[in-house]
């Protein structure tokens, strides 16, 4: 309710230019002081105010059953994915590793008559002890090449006369330089190059180095946390000198001794270990290093996976364009004041030792970020629950009534000139009026309503 004084008289705002001055009105102020008042003002309202946002209590079934489920999912999400799955209360770092590996086991061919025993600084490249190494398997040996000029092996570079074969060209499918001579016995070109050429179109089979598959590797492997400062090796505290000496890795009954049987390895990636010894391939060896550092550190061990990485093992080499993994290399020497030669192509398993690695550990800063960002989800609720009523039930516009408060029109904005009393006269007889029109403004009624649907 607003009090007027006596000598007050109703003035009829429906012009901007009504205007009729009651008396003890102040007189308007200048520029500079309404600068000042509004300084003033507004400092005032910054430090001895405080706003809050209205809320507006909806008793409706659906609406509330459609918030407290979606609030319901948001903090499954938080608890479920966010702290139990992801681990969203940690810090995570990766290690810093190293690793060293040997091969051990003796084979051995029999070639024409020819016995020759095989140890791992024959069959082993190369031989320092990398995470990458190759185990040769099968291969073709070219012995006493000398430098000359011979014929390329027969149905390959072939000719009719020396007009095919040009001379001192280079040709990637050839072993070496083309002389320009068609030689007629073998009708092929002449080649300028080690001689005899290799040929290597039948690969032995069965696997000359089968043996292979009993040959074993060892793998030490040490990997360092710097962030937590952990320092971890494969050599766990069950793994002491009298076990590494007899154990042999298994999957179920010894998943932690570090030595490998290799035809166990090529079986445990899906493949055969004589299908992959004829023309080699290629296999990863995977030491993950997954740890919890909230419990005890001696629960952080090693585990071994094993992928083959060249091929699928369910799909026939005839399909393929290129199959297995092969290498050359030559020994050299002098035989009668002659450079000669022994040329091998080496077929082999290539072994690539992966470390990978992830330390989790309690931190503050990560948790109050989680929490805080599903806190923040929450809002989608809100959201939710907001469009259905504005925008979907039927009583819509009665709900943004009950929501929104329009601010004052330009003309009242005006009118705050006037005086306060002046002011607040009009605003009561606003209020009037809209009482009597029955509009639902949250401002003028008391208590609480209730809406169904």
Same mark, same amino acid.
């Not at 031989?127 to 185990?135: A, I, K, M, T």
């Not at 000496?245 to 004589?274: A, M």
């Not at 023309?279 to 290093?289: K, Y």
């Not at 990485?309 to 290498?327: E, I, Q």
């Given at each position: 309710?607003?009090? $007027?004084?006596?000598?007050?008289?109703? +003035?009829?705002?429906?012009?901007?230019?009504?205007?009729?001055?009651?008396?003890?009105?102040?007189?308007? $102020?200048?520029?500079?002081?309404?600068?000042?008042?509004?300084?003033?003002?507004?400092?005032?309202?910054?430090?001895?105010?405080?706003?809050?946002?209205?809320?507006?209590?909806?008793?409706?079934?659906?609406?509330?059953?459609?918030?407290?489920?979606?609030?319901?999912?948001?903090?499954?999400?938080?608890?479920?994915?966010?702290?139990?799955?992801? *681990?969203?209360?940690?810090?995570?770092?990766?290690?810093?590793?190293?690793?060293?590996?040997?091969? *051990?086991?003796?084979?051995?061919?029999? +070639?024409?008559?020819?016995?020759?025993?095989?140890?791992?600084?024959?069959?082993?490249?190369?031989?320092?002890?990398?995470?990458?190494?190759?185990?040769?398997?099968?291969?073709? $040996?070219?012995?006493?090449?000398?430098?000359?000029?011979?014929?390329?092996?027969?149905?390959?570079?072939?000719?009719?006369?020396?007009?095919?074969?040009?001379?001192?060209?280079?040709?990637?499918?050839?072993?070496?330089?083309?002389?320009?001579?068609?030689?007629?016995?073998?009708?092929?070109?002449?080649?300028?190059?080690?001689?005899?050429? !290799?040929?290597?179109?039948?690969?032995?089979?069965?696997?000359?180095?089968?043996?292979? !598959?009993?040959?074993?590797?060892?793998? /030490?492997?040490?990997?360092?946390?710097?962030?937590?400062?952990?320092?971890?090796?494969?050599?766990? !505290?069950?793994?002491?000198?009298?076990?590494?000496?007899?154990?042999?890795?298994?999957?179920?009954?010894?998943?932690?001794?570090?030595?490998? @049987?290799?035809?166990?390895?090529?079986?445990?990636?899906?493949?055969?270990?004589?299908?992959?010894?004829?023309?080699?391939?290629? +296999?990863?060896?995977?030491?993950?290093?997954?740890?919890?550092?909230?419990?005890?550190?001696? @629960?952080? *061990?090693?585990?071994?996976?094993?992928?083959?990485?060249?091929?699928?093992?369910?799909? /026939?080499?005839?399909? @393929?364009?290129?199959?297995?993994?092969?290498?050359?290399?030559?020994?050299?020497?002098?035989?009668? /004041?002659?450079?000669?030669?022994?040329?091998? *192509?080496?077929?082999? +398993?290539?072994?690539?030792?992966?470390?990978?690695?992830?330390?989790?550990?309690?931190?503050?800063?990560?948790?109050?970020?989680?929490?805080?960002?599903?806190?923040?989800?929450?809002?989608?609720?809100?959201?939710?629950?907001?469009?259905? $009523?504005?925008?979907?039930?039927?009583?819509?516009?009665?709900? /943004?009534?009950?929501?929104?408060?329009?601010?004052?029109?330009?003309?009242?904005? !005006?009118?705050?000139?006037?005086?306060?009393?002046?002011?607040?006269?009009?605003?009561?007889?606003?209020?009037?009026?809209?009482?009597?029109?029955?509009?639902?403004?949250?401002?003028?009624?008391?208590?609480?309503? @209730?809406?169904?649907?």
């Amino acid at each position: 309710m607003v009090w $007027l004084p006596r000598d007050f008289e109703p +003035i009829d705002v429906s012009f901007r230019s009504t205007w009729k001055k009651v008396e003890g009105d102040t007189p308007p $102020l200048s520029v500079g002081q309404k600068m000042k008042s509004c300084a003033a003002n507004a400092l005032s309202d910054f430090f001895f105010e405080y706003e809050t946002p209205r809320q507006v209590l909806v008793r409706n079934k659906r609406v509330g059953v459609v918030c407290r489920l979606i609030q319901l999912g948001v903090l499954a999400y938080i608890i479920g994915w966010v702290f139990i799955y992801e *681990k969203g209360y940690q810090i995570t770092e990766t290690a810093v590793s190293s690793v060293f590996t040997k091969v *051990k086991g003796v084979g051995s061919t029999n +070639i024409s008559g020819v016995e020759r025993v095989w140890d791992p600084s024959d069959y082993v490249f190369p031989p320092q002890g990398d995470s990458s190494f190759v185990v040769m398997t099968n291969y073709i $040996l070219t012995e006493n090449q000398t430098m000359g000029k011979c014929p390329e092996l027969p149905g390959r570079y072939i000719c009719k006369s020396d007009t095919d074969c040009k001379g001192g060209t280079y040709n990637r499918t050839v072993d070496g330089k083309l002389t320009g001579v068609c030689v007629k016995e073998t009708k092929t070109c002449e080649l300028l190059a080690w001689c005899p050429l !290799e040929d290597d179109r039948n690969i032995p089979n069965p696997p000359l180095l089968m043996s292979a !598959e009993n040959f074993t590797l060892f793998i /030490k492997n040490s990997v360092t946390f710097p962030l937590f400062g952990i320092t971890r090796s494969n050599l766990v !505290e069950e793994i002491d000198g009298k076990t590494i000496k007899n154990c042999l890795f298994d999957p179920d009954n010894s998943p932690l001794c570090p030595i490998f @049987k290799l035809g166990d390895i090529v079986k445990l990636s899906g493949f055969t270990f004589e299908t992959m010894a004829k023309q080699g391939g290629a +296999i990863g060896l995977v030491i993950d290093w997954t740890c919890n550092f909230d419990y005890d550190v001696k @629960k952080c *061990k090693p585990k071994y996976e094993f992928h083959g990485l060249y091929g699928n093992p369910r799909v /026939k080499d005839t399909s @393929k364009a290129s199959v297995g993994y092969n290498f050359r290399y030559a020994k050299y020497y002098m035989g009668d /004041k002659m450079e000669k030669r022994t040329l091998m *192509k080496v077929f082999g +398993i290539r072994f690539d030792i992966i470390v990978q690695s992830l330390g989790r550990k309690f931190d503050i800063i990560p948790t109050l970020t989680a929490i805080g960002s599903g806190v923040g989800i929450f809002g989608v609720a809100t959201v939710v629950c907001d469009l259905v $009523l504005l925008y979907v039930l039927p009583r819509r516009d009665f709900y /943004k009534n009950m929501k929104f408060k329009y601010t004052d029109t330009a003309a009242q904005q !005006e009118l705050r000139g006037l005086g306060s009393s002046v002011y607040y006269t009009l605003e009561a007889n606003a209020r009037q009026v809209r009482r009597k029109d029955k509009t639902n403004d949250p401002d003028l009624d008391t208590g609480s309503i @209730k809406t169904s649907e």
